[in-house]
């Protein structure tokens, strides 16, 4: 499997990383770390995420900071696509079960 990012979750990972990084850029690093650790924990198990109520939509809750990661698994492509990565308090495109 790979990872495949839309264009809409390379934007949030930026933002979010900008956002905390004029805060504090140390914090912005741990952050990305977080975010991208958890992302190569999906290369390994890939149905990790909760099943989300639209169809083929997983979530999975990074550790450190609880940022939410919204993904696909494309069997046939043989990847995964992160659609969005989301703060909790921020409105979300998808709905929990």
Do not use: C, W
Not at 45 to 74: E, H, M, N
């Amino acid at each position: 499997m790979k990872l495949r990012f839309t264009p809409r979750a390379v934007e949030n990972i930026s933002d979010v990383a900008a956002y905390v990084r004029e805060r504090n850029p140390a914090a912005a690093l741990r952050l990305q770390s977080d975010i991208y650790d958890t992302l190569q924990n999906l290369l390994i198990f890939p149905r990790a995420g909760r099943q989300q109520s639209a169809p083929t939509v997983r979530k999975l809750v990074t550790p450190r900071y609880s940022y939410l990661i919204y993904y696909r698994v494309d069997e046939t492509a043989e990847e995964i696509v992160v659609l969005n990565v989301k703060h909790p308090a921020r409105e979300r495109d998808y709905l929990d079960i």
